[in-house]
Antibody, heavy 117, light 108 residues
Framework: EVQLVESGGGLVQPGGSLRLSCAASGFTFSSYEMNWVRQAPGKGLEWLSY????????YYADSVKGRFTISRDNAKKSLYLQMYSLKVEDTAVYYC??????????WGQGTLVTVSS | SSELTQDPAVSVALGQTVRITCQGNSLRNYYASWYQQRPGQAPILVIYGETNRPSGIPDRFSGSSSGNTASLTITGAQAEDEADYYCNSRDSSGNRVVFGGGTKLTVL
């Protein structure tokens, strides 16, 4: 069974940092491109970042470029999102997603990040 | 950058057909995908590559496109189809993904 399980969310103060993880199982992790997508409370979906299967190609949304860093460890079947300089408007549920827009598209259940003083 | 525009809300009578649209210039160059999101759940892909259904998605869901507008059609809407629907595509660079604002579908 394919599974993506996000973790690492929580309450953080503005200006703080947080590292999200996404643990994959049930498929050959290294064969798939991965993405992070977030959803602010009551709002729509926002794509954040992409990483290729081997990690050699990375893209970011303008809203997080320079503050967030995507990475992966294929040996550990894990995807990461390191977030710095967090703002109140970064408050959202953060999803990892496999093969976004493709036939094997699959999302985790998300982890909530709350940025508040 | 690119924007995708969706109607905020649409309603359909049970068993009837509904079309949800997504407009944006990037749709002239890149296929749309469509997601269904029920409350408290992660999004599920229902259409990819403009017209393709992933395995397990009922055939009452179909996708189409014309010019700068992509459409998701549900033929014979069921109560369980009540959800938020999001389109997505790529921006002008082709490297970034953009989502529409979402359409809340109510099945009456």
């Amino acid at each position: 069974e394919v599974q993506l399980v996000e973790s690492g969310g929580g309450l953080v103060q503005p200006g703080g940092s947080l590292r999200l993880s996404c643990a994959a199982s049930g498929f050959t992790f290294s064969s798939y491109e991965m993405n992070w997508v977030r959803q602010a409370p009551g709002k729509g979906l926002e794509w954040l970042s992409y990483i290729s299967g081997r990690g050699g190609t990375i893209y970011y949304a303008d809203s997080v470029k320079g503050r967030f860093t995507i990475s992966r460890d294929n040996a550990k079947k894990s995807l990461y999102l390191q977030m710095y300089s967090l703002k109140v408007e970064d408050t959202a549920v953060y999803y990892c997603a496999r093969d976004l827009r493709g036939p094997n598209d699959f999302w985790g259940q998300g982890t909530l990040v709350t940025v508040s003083s | 950058s690119s924007e995708l525009t969706q109607d905020p809300a649409v309603s359909v009578a049970l068993g009837q057909t509904v079309r949800i649209t997504c407009q944006g210039n990037s749709l002239r160059n890149y296929y749309a995908s469509w997601y269904q999101q029920r409350p408290g759940q992660a999004p599920i892909l229902v259409i990819y590559g403009e017209t393709n259904r992933p395995s397990g998605i009922p055939d009452r869901f179909s996708g189409s496109s014309s010019g700068n507008t992509a459409s998701l059609t549900i033929t014979g809407a069921q109560a369980e189809d009540e959800a938020d629907y999001y389109c997505n595509s790529r921006d002008s660079s082709g490297n970034r993904v953009v989502f529409g604002g979402g359409t809340k579908l109510t099945v009456l």
